[in-house]
């Protein structure tokens, strides 16, 4: 039998996912807020109980360097905006998305949008991943497919995940005092 293509992002989605289940088990609040290099991006409390994740309209080229507390930011933030576009009423403005403040809430935070996310995909048909109706609100991909804004968040969180693993490298060796202790 072959595979539907909701059953391939189910798969490429739980792939991804256990991949980060590797890193998340280990995150404690000082690996999250490390920064790796000067003038990193991260998520910095804002005096108001709230956690904000730095950021430019215009991302600077180079990209800076960025910590994980902002990684997990950033995939809190797309899979908020994607699902509140693709299967809500509307997603909150970026401002809106905070970083819960610590690693344990921050996992916890990200398991409920990845398993809304699941869900969401699970109920989809063909002609719903062949439709433009649920991205037209997207900032970003207002005319793809859903099914090519599926695909996208797959390979965005597989990204991100490997950009965690790393930093989660870095931070270990930098602690354990093996390789370059600048990093």
């Known amino acids: 039998m072959t595979a539907t293509r909701v059953d391939l992002l189910i798969r490429q989605l739980d792939i991804a996912w256990s991949l980060f289940e590797y890193h998340l088990k280990d995150l404690d609040d000082p690996r999250c807020l490390w920064e790796p290099a000067p003038g990193c991006w991260t998520v910095r409390p804002d005096g108001q109980d709230r956690w904000v994740a730095d950021w430019e309209t215009s991302e600077p080229d180079p990209a800076p360097a960025v910590s994980i507390g902002w990684l997990t930011w950033h995939i809190g933030f797309w899979w908020t905006t994607t699902l509140g576009h693709c299967f809500g009423s509307k997603a909150p403005a970026r401002e809106e998305i905070t970083w819960p403040g610590t690693a344990a809430a921050t996992a916890d935070w ?15 048909t063909d002609a719903d991943l062949d439709s433009t109706d649920r991205t037209a609100g997207l900032p970003w991909g207002q005319h793809e497919t859903l099914v090519n804004i599926a695909g996208w968040v797959n390979v965005e969180l597989t990204k991100n995940v490997a950009e965690i693993g790393l930093l989660c490298n870095l931070h270990g060796a930098r602690r354990h005092g093996s390789g370059d202790a600048s990093v």
């Open 110 to 124: 990200l398991r409920g949008l990845k398993d809304g996310w699941r869900a969401s995909l699970l109920r989809l």
